[in-house]
């Protein structure tokens, strides 16, 4: 069986031989980088599995990767920082990232998010489309399209999107999304959910979505 493939791009070359050892221990195939622009290069080079990037680095930070990255691929993303402020992190998912984590952290924690982006951003075994209205989600293969259209949704994007039309009609709070796809602890702020919404909205274009004010979400026509 073929290893997973993951880039980790890190200017820290204590932390970067680290991360590279632990990763490897675990049975994944790693490469490394020492910047962003390093990084890229590497990735337009080969294909990878995960992407784990520090935030600031010389030249090209985290988020500038980040959004470089989605403007051709899917491709999930780990984002590692020193900084902890709500702002920062925002940030870290307005430019499409799939999770963050901030520095000092366990490894035994990131090896536990590694494995649930890993998880999320494979197309399911049996898949199935969902639709609502001009909206059509293929679980199989973990694409969204409005009126035929491909939208280029992250993985928690998507997974987001999933879980609101699988509960047409119903609140989905916002503490269940994150329990549903993160499938861990999360001891930041539950906000973080509504910036992957307008996110949704601004690349569907759909007034379906709904926010119920201090609860969660729904959609409904």
Known sequence: ????????????????????????SQG??????ADGIEGLQLWNKDSYDLIISDVMMPSLSGYDVVRILRQ??????????ALSEEEQQIEGFDSGT??????PFSYKLLIKRVQAVLR????????????????????DSYNAYVDGV????TTKEFEIL?????????????????????????????????THLKNIRKKTNMPYIK?????????ER
Do not use: C, H
Not at 98 to 103: A, S, V
């Open 28 to 33: 994944y195939s790693v490469t490394s980088a």
């Open 120 to 139: 999320r951003s494979k197309p399911a075994q049996t898949g199935s489309w969902l639709e609502f209205e001009e909206l059509r989600l293929d679980t």
């Open 150 to 153: 491909s939208v280029g949704l």
């Open 1 to 24: 069986m073929v290893s997973e493939r993951i880039l980790v791009m890190e200017d820290d070359e204590a932390i970067r031989q680290l991360l590279e050892q632990f990763l490897s």
């Open 211 to 219: 926010t119920v004010k201090g609860v969660g979400y729904k959609i």
């Open 72 to 81: 051709q691929s899917n491709v999930p993303v780990i984002l590692l920082t």
């Open 162 to 194: 999933q879980a609101l039309v699988e509960q047409a009609g119903k609140i989905v709070t916002r503490e269940q999304l994150l329990d549903k796809l993160w499938g861990y602890d999360y001891y930041g702020d539950t906000r973080i959910i509504d």
């Open 98 to 103: 799939d999770d963050y984590m901030t520095k």
